[in-house]
């Protein structure tokens, strides 16, 4: 089990790196984590998963099931969230109920632990944010309440490049329970820049206050830039040069994985417009990504002007592109009668598009695929949404699923639509589509195939930098009877 000494330390990456390199050595290696905290879901054939968890999957080459994520806790407000038990919505938790809801739920991690184990060679398991929040170790299972029940070794994980990683990991055994402590067996040194050999006396500190084995430090990743991330968005990939495609940050954001693909073209710069700041006026297009509290972002998204923004730029003939959330928001009236996202309450849309939502309790989680109309440009895709969306007479659908269901709906231009397909640029012929009609090239890579580039890159370096024969004694260890 990889644990960090906080959140981000690189845990998601290294797991699914380590999940490669072990499958690449011919072993069957399945990735687990009892717990996720994220608006970054993947749909599969019985139900969502944190993302982190589908690509560690895909890492492992294997499709991704509820197992390897059986508690997936997907916030809404600034004190609740949804929880999903092993791929189904299973209930709302509030904030206040955080230590006694989730507790009883140990039983069906452990269900889905047990599965996995007995399909595979080694689970490679994940962590959520940090034992060292021992606030939270009352009822546990997304850490050492979970470690402690299966019976499973420790790995610690410091981020050196955020400072303070001597610190951080001696700390960490410092306040942890003995017989928590005992569990943690080495500790890895992430995101290294620079002359490794400057920090082997801190290395050598670690060892000698913790009592633990250093098992390697791993320099800086620039490969993980090509995996989808978790749950943060980062800042710092915007390009100087490119058509501009604006993509407004909302509280609530989900999927924001969607633009991963377009991210990685030369010809674009996507840039994210924080709170407080207009809709560039240079835009070609602006892409309103899902929320998981559709309504609330959409008052905030009013409450920043964007609205108004948004509107000018439709009406200079740029594009509008709405997924999910985004694309409930760009119809007429969104309507949540049953308080499924939140707070019960209905509310003008954004009016680009003639359709009309109203969530309901019943959850679609499901793979798709189909073409785009009218040109039948092939997608592959997933959809993960609560309630219906229904198109007035004479709208014009903007997709045609495999079913022979239409999805989403476009205006008569052709300027603005939704749908509620995520990751619909990941096939390079529909990327180029988009790409083509704001003025911009494709490099027309597949999306999947960056990603099993990056992976393998990732376990190369693992095998290069991290003592992986000692990791395996670890296990096999723990695994004796």
Request: net charge negative; hydrophobic share 40%.
């Amino acid at each position: 089990m990889l644990q960090g000494t906080g959140s981000d330390v690189g845990k998601s990456i290294l797991t699914a790196g380590l999940c490669r390199l072990f499958t690449n050595r011919g072993l069957t290696v399945r990735p687990f984590k009892p717990q996720n905290m994220s608006n970054n879901a993947a749909a599969t054939s019985a139900g969502e998963v944190g993302r982190a968890q589908a690509l560690q999957a895909q890492a492992c080459r294997v499709k991704p099931t509820p197992d390897m994520n059986p508690v997936l806790l997907k916030p809404q407000s600034d004190t609740g969230a949804q929880i999903v038990v092993q791929g189904k919505v299973y209930g709302a938790l509030d904030a206040k109920d955080f230590t006694c809801r989730r507790a009883p739920l140990l039983g069906c991690v452990m269900e889905s632990f047990e599965r996995l184990k007995a399909e595979s060679d080694i689970v490679i398991i994940e962590g959520a944010g940090s034992p060292a929040e021992i606030n939270l170790r009352r009822g546990d299972i997304a850490n050492m309440g979970f470690a402690r029940a299966a019976n499973v070794p420790v790995i610690l994980i410091g981020d050196i490049d955020r400072g303070g990683v001597i610190a951080s990991i001696v700390g960490t055994k410092a306040v942890l329970d003995e017989d928590d402590a005992a569990l943690i067996k080495g500790f890895i040194i992430n995101r290294f820049r620079g002359n490794i050999d400057l920090f082997n006396e801190g290395y050598r500190a670690i060892e000698e206050r913790t009592g633990w084995r250093g098992l390697g430090i791993v320099p800086w990743l620039v490969e993980a830039r090509s995996l989808p991330a978790e749950d943060a968005i980062p800042a710092d990939l915007c390009r100087a040069e490119g058509v501009k495609i604006a993509v407004p940050l909302m509280p609530h954001i989900a999927n924001f994985d969607d633009i991963d693909a377009l991210e990685a073209e030369e010809s674009v710069r996507i840039v994210r417009i924080a709170p407080g700041q207009p809709l560039p006026e240079d835009a070609a297009m602006v892409i309103l990504p899902g929320s998981k509290s559709t309504l609330s972002d959409l008052a905030f998204f009013r409450e920043q002007g964007w609205a108004a923004g948004l509107a000018a730029h439709a009406g200079r003939g740029g594009f509008v592109l709405g997924i999910c959330g985004g694309y409930q928001m760009l119809g007429k009236t969104i309507a949540d009668p049953l308080g499924v996202e939140g707070v019960p309450g209905e509310a003008a849309g954004l009016g680009l598009l003639p359709v009309k939502t109203v969530l309901g309790a019943d959850k679609r989680v499901t793979e798709v695929e189909g073409v785009s109309l009218p040109d039948n440009t092939p997608f592959r895709g997933y959809e993960i949404h609560c309630g219906r969306t229904e198109a007035e007479s004479g709208a014009i659908p903007f997709l045609r699923l495999s079913t022979g269901e239409f999805d989403g709906v476009t205006n008569p231009s052709g300027r603005v639509a939704g749908c509620y397909v995520h990751r619909l640029f990941d096939d390079p012929r529909m990327r180029a589509r988009l790409l083509s009609a704001i003025g911009a090239e494709s490099d027309g890579l597949d999306q999947n195939k960056r990603v099993e580039s990056a992976l393998d890159a990732i376990a190369a370096a693992l095998e290069q930098r991290l003592d992986i024969e000692e990791i395996l004694n670890i296990a096999r260890t723990f695994s004796l009877p």
